[in-house]
């Protein structure tokens, strides 16, 4: 089993700055199967990042993944109120198809 | 507009069984797999398993669940099923279908099982 593991645990940031979000992964990840959902509270999780870097559809060009095997990366850009959540990352490429800890980002 | 759309919040007792469906509608339910997913209290997300609405036989359980879970489709009701037994505390969560395409695109609005004596 892959175990994803995301860092930081907890991000403080305020609205207008940078975040960046990591996920580490235990073996490598095939053909970068590696997808990043957004869940705030109290809702099901939203698709933001499927194949490592592509954009889901509607998903804002501030959201944007990389990385590929063990090392990928969510970044947001320029951050929004709305951008405040739970994120988790996901592969997809071995069964079974494990999410990461989560990262909560939050308002400084 | 594609939505899944699950059953109500269910209270169960230890050892019992529940069934979770999940009603999708605008797409074509056969052409695509459905993912269940739960979420204990203040816990992160956790895959059970998926199915394939096409072939109803065609399933990939979390190791974790096998023996005690089943998952389902009826294709004359876009409807598909989450069935587990042995039902003990640490099955309390929300429990979350998704139309798969290999990733989870569209979700449903999650199902909250209670597992208490």
């Known amino acids: 089993e892959i175990v994803l593991t995301q860092s930081p645990g907890t991000l403080s940031l305020s609205p207008g700055e940078g975040a960046t979000l990591s996920c580490r992964a235990s073996?490598?990840?095939?053909?970068?199967?590696l997808a990043w959902y957004q869940q705030k509270l109290g809702q099901a999780p939203r698709l933001l990042i499927y194949?490592?870097?592509n954009r889901a559809t509607g998903i804002p060009d501030r959201f944007s993944g990389s990385g590929s095997e063990t090392d990928f990366t969510l970044t947001i850009s320029r951050l929004e109120p709305e951008d405040f959540a739970v994120y988790y990352c996901?592969?997809?490429?071995?069964?079974?198809?494990?999410f990461g800890q989560g990262t909560k980002l939050e308002i400084e | 507009q594609v939505q899944l759309v699950q059953s109500g919040a269910a209270v169960k007792r230890p050892g019992a069984s529940v069934r979770v469906s999940c009603k999708a509608s605008g797409y074509t339910f056969s052409n695509y797999g459905i993912t269940w997913v739960r979420q204990a209290p203040g816990q992160g997300l956790e895959w059970m398993g998926w199915i394939s609405s096409a072939h109803n036989t065609k399933t990939n359980y979390a190791q974790k669940f096998q023996g005690r879970v089943t998952m389902t489709t009826d294709t004359s009701t876009d409807t598909a099923y989450m069935d587990l037994t042995s039902l003990s505390s640490d099955d309390t969560a929300v429990y979350y279908c998704?139309?798969?395409?290999?990733?989870?695109?569209?979700w449903g609005q999650g199902t909250l099982v209670t597992v208490s004596s």
């Open positions: 998704g139309r798969d395409v290999a990733i989870i695109d569209f």
């Open positions: 996901q592969q997809y490429g071995s069964s079974p198809y494990t």
């Open positions: 194949g490592a870097s």
């Open positions: 073996q490598s990840v095939s053909s970068t199967y």
